[in-house]
């Protein structure tokens, strides 16, 4: 039986393009709860002729939208904080039931990071300084050089399940603050809280045409990346995925956050019950869905059997279960998909040896929370993105070995360091190949003000605050001539 009370929700259509919801052409799909498998919604599936329509409705509004001052548009994002405040626990609750989300974990990322992200848009965008620069070509004081800055175009959002109203609202809300329109493709797993995020646009003021949406799967998002009227692509998902955008994306503007192997360094000198609790945020956090997890504990022989046993005796005591009841820390996984991957690497590293240790029980989409000790460098949880609820325990015997195992995936978004020494964070801070080192703070920290992306196969630019506005913003270089005595570049052997 499905535990959320009923959401009534009059969104059964499968695409908003021109600021009308219309029917999808390729059918319907189901939104189910991963808490029990039972049917939410039915939802319309958009094809890539959708896609093509959501494109032409972009292009087709974004000169006037970009033609608007800057305090017009500051206003209407606003607007749409304001009423995404006032909507926010229906959706909240949408996006729990949708996702497995525990509802606190839920409230949190609609209320704290989801809805200001639109309000600090508007401050980005009126602080979105230009730059002037002095002649150094000419001995005059007839030139002025002035940088500014011009909106992309059309950007296409691709945005995934496990933080559907938070990623997409950073997103959507600089992208369009900045004067571009957008076609967003949100995850099929949360398509109905995405689409009731989507009503707040048009009843804040968002002229019809400037945000796009088209539900479906990967084909759908494929044909906007592929589309010759998508001037920036941003996604968030899968290193595979986004590895084959970045090769569409060749001479456009991207921003790509992909996987992340959360390399999380305990060395002999840490506070270690800091350390056990910032690893059950790190591991089992939205049962380990986040990209920022930590996918590797690398624990100091010293201090191994200590930080081991504290970390079970918390893991024990973590309530897992329905993600509706309000005490609930952990609950199911999102799909089928992730569900496989997790135990594909749970299987391999016990064949190879590894000690499991598991807490609640193993039903449909719920998969205990796991600590494996014994994990070695060879097994597929220490080389690949896991995304569940599993505390993978390698032994080091140094920070330089901690270093070096960093090193091995080729991913780089967050690093996780506890240390006590100001020298050593600071070295081996320096040391990890990560966009992000939290120096004795979880993994799963982030700042929505500082800059947020990765390093190698974890991604291409940063997001957050102004570093979004200069993924998808065009520098732009006055030259101004003022007149004046004409310069004789001749007589300083010059042209």
């Not at 909507?87 to 996702?99: D, F, G, H, K, T």
């Not at 945000?211 to 968030?236: C, M, P, R, Y």
């Not at 005591?317 to 749970?346: F, Q, S, Y």
């Amino acid at each position: 039986m499905n535990a959320y009370p009923k959401i009534k929700v009059d969104v059964t259509k499968g695409a908003l393009i021109g600021g009308e919801w219309v029917d999808g052409s390729a059918g319907q799909f189901d939104v189910k709860t991963p808490h029990d498998g039972s049917i939410l919604h039915r939802v319309g599936k958009c094809n890539a002729s959708d896609a093509e329509r959501a494109v032409a409705s972009a292009r087709a509004a974004q000169p006037a939208w970009a033609a608007l001052s800057v305090i017009e548009r500051a206003q209407i994002m606003r607007r749409i904080h304001q009423l995404f405040l006032e909507r926010a626990e229906p959706i909240a609750q949408m996006l729990s039931a949708e996702i497995g989300k525990p509802i606190t974990d839920a409230r949190e990322e609609v209320f704290e990071y989801s809805v200001p992200s639109w309000s600090k848009s508007a401050e980005e965008i009126l602080r979105h300084r230009g730059l002037s620069f002095p002649s150094t070509q000419e001995r005059t004081t007839n030139k002025r050089l002035v940088m500014n800055h011009r909106p992309l175009g059309v950007v296409a959002a691709i945005t995934p399940y496990n933080f559907p109203t938070d990623i997409s609202s950073i997103a959507l809300a600089h992208i369009v603050a900045a004067g571009n329109t957008v076609i967003w493709k949100p995850s099929e797993y949360a398509a109905v809280c995405c689409a009731m995020l989507a009503d707040v646009f048009k009843d804040a003021g968002v002229p019809d045409g400037v945000i796009n949406i088209v539900q479906g799967h990967g084909d759908v998002g494929n044909a906007l990346v592929e589309s010759k009227g998508v001037d920036g692509v941003f996604f968030t998902g899968s290193t595979n995925t986004g590895r084959g955008i970045a090769e569409k994306c060749a001479l456009r503007p991207h921003l790509l956050e992909l996987g992340g192997d959360g390399p999380f360094i305990i060395l002999p000198d840490a506070n270690i019950d800091a350390a056990v609790d910032g690893a059950m945020n790190g591991c089992f956090y939205y049962a380990g869905q986040v990209c920022t997890s930590a996918e590797r504990l690398l624990v100091h022989e010293d201090v191994h059997d200590e930080f081991v046993e504290k970390l079970r005796a918390k893991a024990a005591l973590m309530k897992i279960g329905n993600p509706a009841e309000e005490d609930t820390e952990m609950g199911p996984l999102c799909n089928a998909a992730t569900l496989a991957r997790v135990k594909a690497h749970v299987e391999d590293a016990v064949a190879k040896g590894a000690k499991i240790e598991q807490f609640g029980k193993e039903e449909g989409l719920y998969f205990p929370a796991t600590i494996l000790t014994g994990v070695t460098t060879d097994m597929l949880i220490a080389q690949e993105e896991t995304f569940g609820p599993v505390a993978p325990v390698i032994k080091i015997s140094s920070a330089q070995e901690a270093i070096k195992i960093a090193h091995q995936s080729g991913l780089g978004l967050i690093a996780s360091l506890w240390t006590q020494d100001l020298a050593t964070a600071w070295r081996v801070g320096e040391a990890l190949p990560h966009g992000t080192v939290n120096i004795n703070e979880t993994s799963n920290y982030w700042d929505q003000l500082a800059p947020f992306g990765g390093t190698g196969q974890s991604g291409v630019g940063r997001e957050l605050s102004q570093w979004f506005l200069e993924t998808f913003t065009e520098r732009k270089l006055l030259v101004f001539n003022l007149s004046g005595d004409k310069y004789d570049r001749r007589a300083e052997g010059g042209w």
